[in-house]
């Protein structure tokens, strides 16, 4: 079985996920940490835990969910991976820190881009990959059916829904892919977002005030 730690990070609150085998083999999800402080605080729990990372995945690439990338790729050496519709956010990363008044230093680079419908594998543990655009265009769930539970970064929240009003954001696409790509969900999965705290499919489709079922 996977295990998922979770983290707040950065100004925004976002939430970064490690998640780790019984091989102590690991993968890290959204990295956000703003600073070294916040960079120490994910490599303290990897050390504690003798976790070998393995490679870094991204739900997308907003700048609150990449501030951490290129740390962990000079620390361990490791791969990137995004949608490769997620380019283009990867692209005016520095502009978007700018705006923010953030310091980045450079724009992390993507060593291979993920794609919907396929599987990724950590050991014999399967993570499914879901394409959910409206947020962001290549919006990525990661489902875990074992577990009975998804990771679905900036598209559902407890009790809200992801912002459109950014670059490549769309409200009616991202109503449409909660409705497809979460709400088909068992009820029962509980959802790590990427800002907030924990929920369930059930849960939002009863009572989100955004979308319901």
């Known amino acids: 079985m996977l295990q998922i730690q979770s983290f707040t990070f950065n100004p925004f609150q976002e939430n970064t996920y490690l998640l780790y085998n019984e091989e102590q083999k690991c993968w890290i999800i959204d990295p956000g940490m703003y600073g070294a402080a916040e960079t120490q605080v994910l490599l303290d729990f990897i050390t504690l835990h003798q976790l070998q990372p393995q490679q870094i995945i991204n739900t997308h690439a907003h700048i609150d969910h990449i501030l951490g990338i290129n740390a962990l790729k000079q620390i361990y050496d ?12 990867l692209n005016n990363a520095m502009g978007s820190a700018m705006m923010f008044g ?23 543990e399967k993570l499914e990959l879901r394409l959910a655009p409206g947020h962001s265009p290549g919006s990525i769930i990661f489902y875990y059916p074992k577990g009975e539970w998804a990771i679905s970064g900036d598209v559902l929240f407890q009790g809200s829904i992801g912002r459109t009003d950014l670059p490549g954001g769309h409200h009616d696409t991202l109503l449409q892919s909660i409705r497809e790509q ?9 959802i790590y977002a990427g800002h907030g705290g924990l929920t369930t499919v059930g849960i939002e489709k009863r009572s989100n005030p955004f979308i319901q079922a």
């Open 182 to 190: 979460v709400y088909t969900l068992p009820d029962n999965t509980r």
């Open 78 to 89: 490791i791969p990137f991976g995004v949608h490769q519709l997620e380019q283009p956010l």
């Open 102 to 124: 953030l310091q980045l230093g450079v724009a992390p680079r993507a060593d291979f881009f993920i794609k919907e419908g396929s599987d990724l594998l950590l050991g014999e």
